[in-house]
């Protein structure tokens, strides 16, 4: 059964320095999405990604982050300069069309802020 | 404001025992509701949607728009139930984002 891939699992980075999270949704599906949840916390919204543009963002999503689907294929979200507070865990979906219901998640990219 | 509230963050039950995991929302409209469940080390995947009015693993879910709630329940836990459970709701605009809860830890015990 197809699957949502993210890469790397763990990524670990200084405060200010550039971060790419890289996402494989599933290759038919047509709108793509990005959550985080700071531990402790709940999964929160960040963006949502369709025809090539962003459909939605939430507050959190501010001039740092930035989110691409460069190929085709990869989904990524890229965040310009690191914070603390960006320490979280970051999840990729995907779902296949405005119609069905079901997003399909990735197992998540745990990024920690140093 | 759109709000998914799960009170309690764990559950603990033995073997056999009902299960009820609570979810109340608050929602403009007619609102679209999910249980997500998370097992160790597993990605986050869908369990129930209240539309199909399905019964998946034994769990159900009904939605009930009076008490704005939309509660998991199981009337004999097994140990491979212990997980976490989110309940979900759709935004309000047409993109399809979920907006979840904090997350109930069910356990378990045998």
């Known amino acids: 059964e197809p699957e949502v891939t993210q890469t790397p699992s763990h990524q670990v980075t200084q405060m200010g320095q550039e971060v790419i999270l890289r996402c494989v949704p599933i290759s038919n599906h047509l709108y793509f999405y990005w959550y985080r949840q700071i531990l402790g916390q709940k999964v929160e919204f960040l963006v949502s990604?369709?025809?090539?543009?962003?459909?939605?963002k939430s507050e959190i999503f501010d001039d740092q982050f930035s989110v691409e689907r460069p190929d085709g294929s990869n989904f990524t979200l890229k965040i310009r300069s690191t914070k603390l507070e960006d320490s979280a865990m970051y999840f990729c979906?995907?779902?296949?069309?405005?119609?069905?219901?079901?997003?399909?998640f990735g197992p998540g990219t745990r990024l920690t802020v140093t | 404001a759109q709000r998914v509230t799960q009170p309690e963050k764990l559950l603990s039950v033995f073997k056999g025992a009902p299960v009820e995991l609570k979810c109340n929302y608050s929602y403009s409209g007619s609102p679209e509701l999910f249980w997500y469940v998370q097992y160790s080390r597993q990605r986050l995947q869908l369990l129930l949607r209240h539309i199909s009015r399905e019964s998946i693993k034994g769990f159900t879910a009904d939605l009930n728009k009076g008490e704005t709630s939309f509660h998991l329940k199981k009337p004999f836990a097994q140990e491979e139930d212990s997980a976490m459970y989110y309940c979900?709701?759709?935004?309000?605009?047409?993109?399809?984002?979920?907006?979840f809860g904090q997350g109930t830890t069910l356990q378990v015990k045998p």
């Open positions: 990604f369709y025809n090539n543009e962003i459909s939605e």
């Open positions: 979900a709701v759709h935004g309000s605009s047409n993109t399809g984002k979920l907006i």
């Open positions: 979906a995907s779902r296949l069309t405005h119609y069905s219901y079901e997003q399909y």
